[in-house]
């Protein structure tokens, strides 16, 4: 049997189709090989065996690839979603001095529970703080920060 380029190009469309079924994000990548080696064959004539093997060769690179070295990439560095316990001693710069609420802003550079700027009043037994100190975060009183002056 004789496989032409344009029977590649249908199998990879119908591959990377099927994956909108499936979670795992794998069918993708073989869909992907189908349509290389339909264009490789597209230029250059090759034995049924030859587009077989550079299929098997083209979409494990591509899946390899995915999986080892993009995906990581992609990955949420930030710990959003994660409890509020993750968040104890993180450090941040003071943007804002405390107002007559006794309310601060502090700033981090990684968004902490979703979010880069958190109001916050001084721990009790802290140093007083100045604009651009930087802030270790002690506890939480419901969505605001208790923070110390870094040591």
Do not use: C
């Not at 993009?70 to 979603?81: V, Y």
């Not at 100190?133 to 040591?151: H, M, P, Q, Y």
């Amino acid at each position: 049997m004789a496989m032409l380029y344009w029977h590649w190009l249908v199998l990879g469309m119908l591959l990377a189709v099927a994956e909108i079924f499936l979670p795992s994000f794998t069918l993708l990548w073989f869909g992907a090989g189908a349509i290389a080696v339909g264009v490789v064959s597209w230029l250059l004539p090759l034995s049924l065996t030859a587009q077989l093997w550079i299929w098997v060769i083209t979409s494990l690179s591509f899946t390899v690839a995915w999986f080892k070295l993009f995906k990581p990439l992609m990955a949420d560095h930030t710990k959003a979603g994660l409890g509020r316990e993750t968040a104890i001693g993180e450090v941040g710069q003071v943007i804002r001095l405390p107002l007559a609420d006794g309310r601060g802003r502090v700033r981090f550079t990684t968004p902490l529970l979703g979010d880069d700027e958190w109001d916050f009043i001084i721990a009790a037994d802290s140093a007083p703080l100045s604009l651009g100190d930087r802030a270790v975060v002690k506890e939480f009183s419901g969505n605001t920060l208790i923070v110390a002056a870094l040591k």
